[in-house]
């Protein structure tokens, strides 16, 4: 090795010991931002208070409490591997609150930050509690 490339591989390490630029963590904070903010908006809407939105597990009960499901259902939200089909009952019965369809609800889940903005910053408005039967489907 020659001592150009010596010197390449020493201002690599040395970047990578630096860890994240200053770039890298506006832009991230302007992305939580944007959660929190469409989250904020999202709850106001349904008659909760918005900062449950920044409350972690809180927020998970409140989101529960808007789609009409029963309080045990943070349990299933929080179970590994269990939590991934809740959180899609949980966001398709958010998207029902709202007035919207099941591929809303799916984007909820998949895309939360853009779709819970829309909600919040957009024209829907709260109907109700989707799953007010408390999760029992009828017959």
Do not use: H
Not at 9 to 21: T, Y
Not at 94 to 110: E, P
Not at 122 to 133: I, K, L, V
């Amino acid at each position: 090795m020659d001592e150009q490339q010596l010197e390449m591989m020493q201002q690599m390490q040395n970047q990578q010991a630096e860890g994240p630029g200053l770039v890298f963590w506006l832009f991230y904070l302007a992305f939580i931002g944007f959660i929190v903010a469409g989250m904020w908006k999202t709850f106001a809407k349904a008659g909760q208070p918005g900062w449950a939105a920044i409350v972690p597990f809180y927020n998970i009960y409140v989101l529960t409490q808007i789609v009409g499901r029963p309080a045990w259902w943070v349990v299933l939200a929080l179970l590994p591997c269990v939590n991934f089909i809740a959180l899609f009952i949980i966001s398709i019965d958010m998207a029902k609150s709202f007035g919207k369809g099941t591929g809303f609800g799916i984007g909820l889940a998949l895309l939360g930050p853009v779709f819970y903005a829309i909600l919040g910053f957009g024209d829907a408005q709260y109907q109700g509690p989707a799953a007010s039967g408390g999760g029992v489907a009828a017959a």
